[in-house]
């Protein structure tokens, strides 16, 4: 295997990797929060349905928690066995964050397993719930953390170079980078955006296979609301990241909007067909749009790819993959509109069976923006691992075994997807909700 096929591989098994990995951890970071507000619900409103969520929602999350730690594992591995030269220029400089992610991982692990085992066993249910703060706040800031790493491979600093080595490292300038705040919110809000929309699926399916409970009724509300929240807050940070790129990355803000020419009042460019290089066909465009979303001035001068050598450009299909994650964001946040809407004015039409399915199929288009918006903040930084310094092709392994990883991870998540699968299956098939209110109203 020569170098090119090397780093081929080592880009797809990472690909692969991080396109698992993504939704175990996305449900891992989302899922505390929903478990939190519904406890708190179900305490505050003396509401047994609200509680019996947390409790079924907690189950569940067991099982995404015990997978991601799997796949998370095998990230933190690929990047030494693939990446060596990245690990060895940029190691001392990422290396606290990615101690923090651990550190965060195992705090959440604690008093999740207290949590769970102590259903029951307070005689103050606050202090119970008390126990899921931990569980969610260390939760989110292992996605902080470990996001702060892929934000200092877009935006390095904190380092000086000197004969191909970085030295006078300051880890904590080099975590809080320019492409910080803008990475760590947009990964916070859609994970809570995406793993209430995924509960809201999961309750609107069993509304249509029967069950007119009025449980379902009430986690369709609740995660539906937050779900609307979040939607809203990560088009609003969605809007920051755009203008962070144009005075950061404009060559990857140019790329994925298709802006070939530098021009004042640009126009934003929606859908379309690439053809002959630069020739975009079927499109929409926005009058001075893109110059609203990277400076906030429809007037703006907007940087094209006119300005980059063509060696430096990120490929252009990332333009698919933003338009992707845009629309799909702008779908969700009106149907949650409109389903709210419809509550408050007692409309039945959202317990029509056409408008369930479209919440059913909520939950997994989120999920496939997540992949969408990952993909496009991977792939949009292109040709470089570390923005400047390191580039893809110097940075992978040389090893002639990758194509036979590849392969062999591939086997070990096609596992780990079927059996969690089938596992929380049969876990919520062999105890419904029904039986576990009668049981509680049993024990009450």
């Keep these: 295997m020569d170098n090119e096929q090397a780093v081929f591989y080592s880009r797809v098994l990472t690909e692969l990797t991080l396109t698992f990995h993504i939704i175990y951890a996305t449900i891992g970071v989302g899922v505390p929060l929903m478990i939190f507000i519904a406890q708190w619900l179900g305490i505050k409103k003396q509401d047994e349905h609200y509680i019996l969520l947390a409790r079924r929602w907690t189950r569940g999350f ?22 060596p030269t990245f690990m060895e220029l940029a190691g001392n400089v990422i290396a606290l964050p ?29 202090k119970h719930m008390l126990l899921l703060i931990p569980v969610a706040v260390g939760a989110s800031f292992s996605a902080i953390f470990i996001t702060m790493v892929n934000a200092f491979m877009n935006a390095p600093q904190g380092f000086e170079m000197a004969d191909g080595n970085l030295i006078n490292v300051q880890p904590l300038i080099a975590m809080f980078n320019p492409a910080m705040p803008t990475k760590v919110a947009h990964v916070l809000a859609t ?12 309750g609107a399916y069993r509304m249509l296979k029967g069950s007119d409970h009025v449980y379902h009724k009430k986690a369709l509300l609740l995660t539906i609301k937050i779900g609307l929240v979040f939607s809203v807050a990560s088009a609003i940070i969605g809007d920051f990241a755009g203008k962070y790129l144009a005075a950061y990355q404009p060559e990857k803000l140019a790329a994925m909007e298709w802006h070939f020419e530098t021009e004042e009042g640009a126009a934003l460019t929606l859908f379309g067909i690439l053809q002959n290089g630069n020739e975009i066909k079927y499109s929409l465009e926005l009058p001075y749009a893109l110059s609203i979303l990277a400076h906030g001035n429809p007037n703006a001068k907007v940087i094209g790819l006119d300005q980059f050598p063509a060696e430096n450009i990120p ?6 993959l933003f338009n992707t994650m845009v629309l799909i964001g702008m779908g969700v946040t009106i149907l949650a509109l409109m389903y709210i809407i419809g509550k408050f004015l007692k409309r039945q039409f959202i317990y029509r069976r056409f408008f369930l399915w479209l919440i059913v199929t909520s939950g997994p288009l989120c999920m496939v923006a997540i992949e969408a918006g990952w993909w496009l903040a991977e792939v949009g ?13 110097d940075a992978a392994t040389t090893s002639n075994q990758v194509d036979l990883m590849l392969y062999l991870f591939i086997g070990l998540y096609l596992i780990l997807g079927i059996a969690s699968a089938i596992v929380l299956i049969r876990m919520f098939r062999s105890n419904p909700v029904e039986r576990e209110l009668a049981d509680m109203k049993g024990r009450g």
């Design 98 to 126: 990615l101690f923090m992610e651990t550190f965060a991982f195992f705090f959440e692990a604690i008093f999740l397993g207290i949590y769970l085992y102590t259903w029951d066993r307070f005689e103050n249910q606050k």
């Design 62 to 83: 067991i099982i995404t928690v015990a997978v991601g730690v799997v796949t998370g594992t095998a990230i933190g591995l690929q990047l030494n066995l693939l990446w």
């Design 381 to 393: 930084r292109q040709p470089w691992v570390l923005r400047g310094i390191l580039r893809t092709e």
């Design 315 to 320: 490929p252009l299909y990332i333009h698919y």
């Design 191 to 202: 994970a809570y955006m995406t793993s209430a929309f995924i509960l809201a699926s999961i």
